[in-house]
């Protein structure tokens, strides 16, 4: 999906959009990446400006798992009816693919944003829920939570790996 940032938007105003255009144009501008997870993608946006009044100066979507392999946007769901055993090697392969695609992902997008003059200087990761899987009884909603927690520990990694 290609990249979105504010010039594009229908919804910001012409002086915050004139704003941002002039903060990129200017030198580097220290900024954040901001990541809300969701299964087998995030959405990642800039932000800059003051802390006091941030502002969005980019948008984007990110693949956080490999298309060539379908079940890895779902792991935990591609085994729910495999047993015990079995279904193990399956994750386990499964997340090393779901890591492999985030860091490269997320890397890509790092680079990207740089060439762009954002001087990056963290990163966060929105979070929904924080409780243990395991609490759960449904298998269903198990591999919801499951899931969740894979794709948002996959993008810490990557934020870890690309210094942020």
Known sequence: M?????KNSPSRSSS?????SNLRSAKPVQAAIGFRVKSGRAI???LGGPSSSPE???????SLCDPAVPDSMQPYHAVLDMPGQKSAGVIDRLEKIVRSATTASVTELVKEWRSEAYE?????VVVGSL???A????DHIRAHALEG???RSAVEGAIGKNRL
């Open 2 to 6: 290609p990249p979105t940032n504010s």
């Open 16 to 20: 915050k959009l004139a704003h941002a």
């Open 44 to 46: 990642a946006v800039v």
């Open 56 to 62: 969005v100066l980019a948008r984007r979507e990110i």
């Open 120 to 124: 990056l200087r963290g990163a966060g």
């Open 131 to 133: 409780g243990d899987p």
């Open 135 to 138: 609490s759960i009884k449904n």
């Open 149 to 151: 927690q894979l794709f």
